[in-house]
């Protein structure tokens, strides 16, 4: 480090090395760059990050645990060109970054489709399986990341990113420091939960039926016909009084679980990712409902939680119909 500092003080590239590691190293080493960078600046040493102009960001779906796929874009420089950049990520943002990988050879025919910020990309053609990814600011994008490393960061022995993520990471972290835009900022607030609070069942409710519904909630059917596999063997016909029991007891058996508390935070945690998927996707009422059952997600019991609940009455529903087709 003390190397590239004193590269930096007359080499370009060195000085756009050392900014590129104040966003992506853990917090002692990136407090250490700060300082050394700000003594540049007093020499006169400031470094000008670019315009991001030829970038853009998809965003999947958050699934159940809280995982999601991001994908940064950055168009050839010239039609027929091939320097085009695909930078995938598996992000959680009570985890870290999961997966990455990464292309800098892309054809504009082979990168995704452009789309507006809140336009919906399907990828896949013929036999592939088609992905429905969420055109999103570059920027938000950015934030998702920097959210997932300082959740990497947060243990006493962190996990190491991944080596393909260390390898590219300068190319998103050239640019000016990214910031969540003020309307998205409520989806992340941080609220104390004291055990006290009365939520409201009607309105918790009136969010998780659509909620549950929507086709970007798809995937948190999964985790419901899982749990289903985990109870054992379905009946073939049952009334709605059992189904409704079973419910109930499954519910209390994940209340006793020693990690329940981890599950809901997780919970929480997705849900307030997907209310920002929604959000940009123009869907208030359903970025509202997320973030409702988010809040509420802690302050019940399992056996109470509308979303759970119903969750696990979508997922038996789609177990049953598997089974018998």
Known sequence: MERLAT????????????????????????????????KLQFTGRRFQPPAPDAWR????????????????V?????????????????????????????VESMEM???PPMRQPGDLVVIGEGQERRVTMLETPFDVARWLVQQALAAQWQPTEPAE???????????????????LPEAFMPFFAEEAVTGLERPNLDALHDAAEPL????????????????????????????????????GYIL??????PQRTQLLEHMAIALRTQALWFAIHGEANHAGQALLL???????????????????????IQRSSSSSS
């Not at 990113?161 to 910031?179: H, K, M, S």
């Not at 985790?223 to 016909?237: D, M, P, R, T, Y």
């Not at 209390?252 to 679980?257: P, Q, S, V, W, Y």
């Not at 988010?294 to 038996?316: D, S, T, V």
């Open 212 to 247: 549950i519904r929507h086709p970007a909630m798809r995937v948190w059917l999964g985790w419901a016909a899982n749990v289903w596999v985990l109870v054992g063997s379905l009946q073939e016909a049952v009334t709605e009084e059992q189904i409704h029991a079973l419910i």
């Open 74 to 102: 950055k168009a050839p420089t010239q039609p027929a060109a091939a320097d085009g950049v695909l930078l995938g990520f598996t992000l959680a943002l009570h985890q870290g970054i999961v997966e990455c990988s990464g």
């Open 161 to 179: 990113t991944p080596g393909e993520y260390r390898l590219y990471n300068d190319l998103i972290w050239q640019f000016v420091a990214p910031r």
């Open 7 to 38: 590269l930096a003080a007359s080499h370009d590239q060195a000085l756009r090395a050392l900014y590129t590691l104040s966003f992506t190293l853990p917090p002692a080493l990136r407090d250490q760059i700060e300082r050394t960078l700000r």
């Open 294 to 316: 988010a809040r509420g997600l802690r302050a019940l019991p399992l056996r109470q939680n509308p979303l759970l609940a119903g969750l696990l009455r979508a997922g038996y």
């Open 57 to 72: 960001a998809l965003l999947s779906p958050t699934d159940a645990g809280g995982y999601f796929t991001l994908w940064l």
């Open 109 to 111: 025919s082979q990168l």
């Open 252 to 257: 209390r058996e994940i209340d006793t679980l």
